[in-house]
């Protein structure tokens, strides 16, 4: 490797100002645009390649269902490169414009300045957090999918030392009259699980959009039977996913940032458009 | 009026409003009187509004399906009623006229196309759902409006005495809002899929996609204004390319086959 001397210092600067400069982001968000663009008209009718992405994670799906239909899946290769570029962007950018604010911010007389400009910094930091949030989602979860358990019958899920047990389900079915497509079926399951290590116990309700959180692994509810008054099958079971996934904190984290300085931003906007008062 | 309402489609409510906001479009292109044409698109506003209550009342507390154009053009119309008195002030007649012909285009889209005959699901009953259908109907409004903002400013550039209306400027605030918008609709949109699904991103449905890149392109935009590393015509014109890109990915995954709406009205 070529030691930094003075001449190749001024290359060094000159690259990091490109990698963060505000043209560079233009490009690769248009560049971004025309891809995701294309990517509807390749999901359109053909998710079924996609949605396995959920379960066995990035790089096994790249190297098996995005590799054996790469006419479909060329836009999601394009995609990971475009956005790992915006992300480097938007961190040098970020970090170089920061740190000039924050040298600056003694000799600012003005705190409104200072704390829109921080806004908009909060939310790209945001952005970036969620975007990691994101990758280690996809790279470092552990799913275990599609879990069937019937009433009062324990069951081990494979590589932990999870037992889940079905301790009572509540299928109210629907007689109204307004939802008339609905009459005669479930629409609000619910479902006593009980999770256990063995050191430990939880009794939780789950239900759709109410996982339950057990020692670092999530439980969600997939699908459920009976789901009729007059069902062919009388079967009672649900079918579940168990999730550990360590992502999930980055990007809600990332989301209260971004949304945290979007809050700022539209404060200090709205008001450095009202009109000024004139004293008398 | 509710025995009415009560024997009547949605599809027959929003035909009602199609015709209507054609013959306001009629009533202002012809010139006529200011009143009527704006009580006459109140009218067609309010069957609008009625229709979306129809499908809200048969889905709740499940989302409604495919209600995004038919919601569309009740937020545009709601737009041109509350700005309707002082656009006639100036340049207003134009915007008037250009807001009123594309809800009457996307209201064709609509008739044409129909889309809403998809039931709700069970994993949309939360109010996740809720907050990602109507922020993300309200953004693609409020950018649509920022792109024939834009437009004007094309239009009037090279008048010497040009109004703060038909500035570049004026664009500025809907394209904020609208993009603050979207911004909530994709969060309130990846919190509902992780509850749901247990996963960032859900494939089931590629119109997610089409709302990241109408993301993407605003906030190229904002780039663009907050630099000023284009002039303004040139940000005029990548803002309007930006409302065709809104009514591309507003219009497609909303659209269904081809079929005349008379069957559904009679």
């Known amino acids: ?280 | 009026m509710v025995p009415f309402l009560a024997a009547v489609t949605s599809g027959q409510l929003l035909f009602l409003a199609q015709l209507i906001y054609a013959l306001s479009l009629g009533l202002a292109l012809l010139k006529q009187n200011n009143a009527l044409t704006f009580w006459v698109m109140t009218l067609g506003a309010v069957l609008n509004g009625f229709a979306l209550a129809w499908h809200y009342w048969h889905s709740w507390p499940m989302m409604p399906m495919y209600i995004g154009l038919p919601a569309l053009l009740f937020c545009l119309a709601v737009i041109w009623l509350i700005g309707f008195h002082q656009r006639l002030a100036d340049s207003g007649r134009i915007e008037n006229l250009i807001i009123q012909g594309l809800i009457v285009f996307l209201g064709l889209i609509t008739l044409l196309f129909p889309k809403d005959f998809y039931l709700p699901f069970l994993r949309s009953a939360t109010i996740w759902s809720h907050i990602f259908l109507i922020t993300g109907i309200m953004a693609k409004a409020l950018l649509l409006m920022a792109a024939i903002k834009a437009l004007l400013f094309l239009i009037y550039r090279h008048n010497k005495k040009i109004t703060s209306r038909q500035g570049l400027a004026s664009a500025m605030p809907w394209a904020i809002s609208g993009f603050v918008c979207l911004t909530l609709s994709m969060f309130s949109g990846e919190v509902w899929s992780y509850l749901g699904w247990g996963t960032p991103v859900v494939w089931h449905d590629p119109a997610i996609t089409t709302v990241m890149a109408i993301w993407f392109y605003w906030i190229a935009l904002l780039h663009l204004h907050y630099t000023r590393s284009w002039n303004e015509a040139q940000r005029a014109i990548f803002m309007m390319i930006g409302g065709l890109l809104v009514i591309l990915f507003a219009c497609h995954p909303d659209m269904g086959p081809f079929r005349l709406p008379f069957k559904e009205l009679f």
Not at chain 1, 146 to 154: C, D, H, R
Not at chain 1, 185 to 201: D, F, K, N
Not at chain 1, 212 to 224: A, E, S
Request: charged letters at 15%.
């Open chain 1, 1 to 280: 490797m070529e030691p930094i001397t003075r001449k190749n210092s001024g290359k060094l600067v000159w690259l990091w100002r490109s990698l963060g400069s505000v043209r560079l982001a233009v490009v690769l968000l248009i560049l971004l645009v025309i891809d995701l663009s294309l990517a509807y008209f390749s999901i359109n009718g053909r998710s079924i390649i996609f949605e396995p992405m959920n379960q066995v994670g990035i790089w096994p799906w790249l190297n098996t269902y995005a590799m054996a239909n790469l006419r479909y899946t060329a836009w999601f290769f394009i995609f990971l490169v475009l956005l790992s570029a915006l992300v480097l962007n938007t961190l040098v950018c970020t970090t170089d414009r920061l740190w000039k604010l924050l040298r600056q911010r003694k000799e600012q007389k003005s705190n409104k300045r200072f704390f829109f400009a921080l806004s908009t910094h909060t939310m790209h930091l945001g952005m970036v957090v969620i975007l990691i949030g994101y990758l280690i989602s996809y790279t470092m979860s552990q799913v275990y999918p599609s879990l069937t358990l019937i009433p009062q019958k324990e069951t081990i899920v494979a590589g932990t030392n999870l037992r889940v047990k079905l301790t009572s389900m509540t299928l109210p079915i629907y007689e109204g009259k307004r939802l008339e497509t609905f009459t005669g079926m479930v629409i609000s399951p619910s479902v006593q699980l009980r999770v256990a290590t063995p050191a430990t116990e939880r009794t939780a309700s789950l239900g759709f959009n109410n996982p339950v959180y057990f020692q670092g692994y999530t439980f969600f509810l997939q699908r459920f039977s009976p789901t009729k008054n007059a069902n062919m099958s009388n079967a009672h079971y649900i079918v579940i996913d168990v999730r550990r996934d360590p992502g999930v904190l980055f990007y809600f984290v990332g989301i209260s940032f971004f949304l945290g300085g979007l809050l700022c931003y539209v404060i200090f906007w709205i008001r450095s458009r009202q009109p000024r008062r004139v004293p008398s």
